[in-house]
């Protein structure tokens, strides 16, 4: 799981990072110095509390001069991302005393770390310019912690690692040192998250060990899962507590954990914690851990490579509603779903050297689709350009509009080649009609214009802000301008678009009511399609 946390100021930053795993006595993991930020500013190996904290004051690490070319108090000393292993790997380390999963754990934070810092940003406001700069370095440092917070006086075993970012990074075109930006890195946290557990599934299977799928993540197979759950305690709590606030949103349930945690526990020893962690298990429990970790022991788990499978089933994922997708989000989908049978090595490659798709750069992301989408999509606008002024209007003389008090239809003719007028509102109603009129013939063809006593207050567009919930029966002018653009149209596909709660199921409703021809209804929800599926089999 990753987690992305600022770290609001100097106080807060020094205060959390100076206690070693929760004050647990005899398990301190030392703290590294990673990135190219730090490798320019001669950082390495272990850290020095003294470096850490000029950081953190926004100092030269060796000389104490100011490092940023600006300096604000109170500015934000950077960001904290979250790593944490799933619980039975947290579990076979404490109670089955694997002592390789953390440094397999830390290999695959650093790895993917590695890939964050090549995208690592800063902003650039010189000579009038509003931009961000790609920079590629960062100064990071990995605080390891063995233990989840406490609850009732006592943690649970949780490996987690805290990559402490600082707010700093050398850009090399204007040779100073800049604040950084995180934005970008924030927003492609899913990807993130997903390149890391991928990473780490496939150390641990180099270790020996079995995964089991779970949702987006993974379990050690063979770790009892009454054991996973009995040390999760921490997660229930917030879980539990954020059920009862109706809270649903992973951050703000982060800010229930950071509000609704106990104190550090001082004074306990790390065999204090076996002692209570056994004693909690059930019989039986000890020896499964302990087996799963022997058998790990006795050689890596050889993995089959779904690349392929995985990014075809990612594409066809995200392009059965969309016509192009980002091509991250195609590599993030392609690991979730081969989790334990994919690298992130191996999916980008796979999606750069297929033949099939297409990628193209729009908004300074690499955007892709394939060539299967795009002939669909050429297939369906030469479908309705071939029918554009083709069949006759759905309407008839003297119809009234549901609703419409007094609104009715009137006949008019139209010569060929005078423009129609076309409210076109979107995309979530697509009527074909299978009445051809003789528009290829001499003469004239009928279409109807609305005769509104009160005068015309159509609208062009479906707007939400319009009240339209009062009296569900009522149709409102924007829909009543939609239903005369169905009624009117001569064309063979007919596009209205809305915003969410403008009413467009109720209108689609009335304008379709009485309608005595074959018509296919295509709605971009399953919710809606399913509604208008049952009204064409009524038809």
């Keep these: 799981m990753l987690r992305i946390n600022a770290i609001p100021n100097t106080s807060a930053a020094k205060n959390y990072y100076r206690s070693a795993d929760y004050q647990l006595d005899g398990q301190e993991a030392p703290a590294h110095w990673h990135g190219k930020g730090a490798e320019l ?25 100011q490092l940023t070319a600006k300096h604000i108090e109170n500015r934000r000393v950077g960001y904290d991302f979250t790593w944490s292993l799933p619980k039975s790997a947290s579990v076979a380390y404490a109670l089955g005393l694997d002592d390789r999963l953390p440094d397999a754990f830390r290999g695959a934070v650093a790895d993917t770390m590695a890939e964050m810092e090549r995208e690592m940003e800063t902003r650039v406001r010189k000579g009038g310019r509003n931009e961000n700069r790609q920079t590629g370095n960062m100064i990071w440092s990995d605080f390891m912690h063995f233990t989840s917070r406490p609850l009732n006086g006592h943690p649970d075993p949780q490996l987690h690692i805290h990559a402490v970012v600082f707010n700093a990074t050398w850009d090399r075109d204007e040779q100073q040192w800049k604040a950084g930006e995180f934005a970008a890195l924030k927003a492609n946290a899913p990807y993130f998250q997903a390149a890391f557990r991928s990473r780490l599934a496939e150390r641990l299977q180099g270790l020996g060990y079995e995964i089991t799928r779970k949702k987006d993540d993974f379990e050690i197979t063979g770790i009892p899962q009454r054991a996973v759950k009995e040390f999760s305690r921490r997660t229930e709590q917030i879980d539990k507590l954020a059920d009862q606030l109706g809270v649903k949103k992973p951050e703000t349930k982060d800010k229930l954990g950071a509000t609704s945690r106990e104190r550090k526990t001082k004074g306990l020893t790390w065999e204090n914690l076996l002692e209570l962690w056994q004693f909690r298990l059930k019989p039986g429990e000890l020896e499964a851990i302990n087996a799963t970790v022997r058998d790990a022991m006795q050689g890596p788990m050889a993995a089959e490579d779904r ?10 994922h995200l392009l059965d509603r969309k016509s192009v997708v980002a091509e991250r989000a195609v ?13 992130p090595e191996d999916v980008w490659k796979e999606v750069r050297t297929r033949k099939d798709v297409i990628r193209n750069q729009m908004g300074g992301q690499w955007m892709v689709s394939t060539k299967g989408v795009l002939g669909e999509e050429r297939g369906i606008t030469r479908f309705a350009i071939e029918g554009r002024g083709r069949y006759k209007p759905l ?16 006949p008019m003719s139209l010569v060929k080649g005078d423009p129609v007028q076309q409210r076109t509102l979107g995309s979530s109603l697509a009527t074909d009609l299978a009445t051809p009129s003789p528009f290829g013939q001499a003469g004239t063809v009928r279409y109807f214009r609305t005769v509104d006593p009160r005068g015309d207050k159509s609208a062009s567009t479906l707007d939400s802000r319009q009240n339209e919930g009062t009296n569900p029966r009522t149709l409102s002018p924007t829909q009543q301008a939609a239903i005369r653009h169905v009624w009117t149209s001569p064309d063979r596909l007919i596009l209205i678009r809305g915003a969410a709660g403008t009413g467009k199921t109720t209108l689609t409703k009335a304008a379709l009511a009485g309608v005595n021809v074959p018509w ?19 038809r």
């Design 395 to 410: 309407g008839r003389a003297g119809q009234p509009l549901p609703e419409g008090r007094g609104a009715v239809l009137e």
């Design 41 to 65: 500013l001669s950082l390495s190996g272990e850290i020095q509390r003294e470096q850490f904290e000029r950081l953190c004051d926004n100092q030269h690490p060796d000389t104490g001069k």
């Design 331 to 343: 590599v993030t989908e392609a690991l979730k779903h081969g989790l334990g049978s994919v690298t």
């Design 520 to 538: 296919v209804i295509l709605a971009p929800t399953v919710l809606s399609s399913s509604r208008r599926r049952t009204r064409k089999a009524k």
């Design 307 to 316: 690349s392929k499978e995985s990014v075809d089933w990612a594409l066809a």
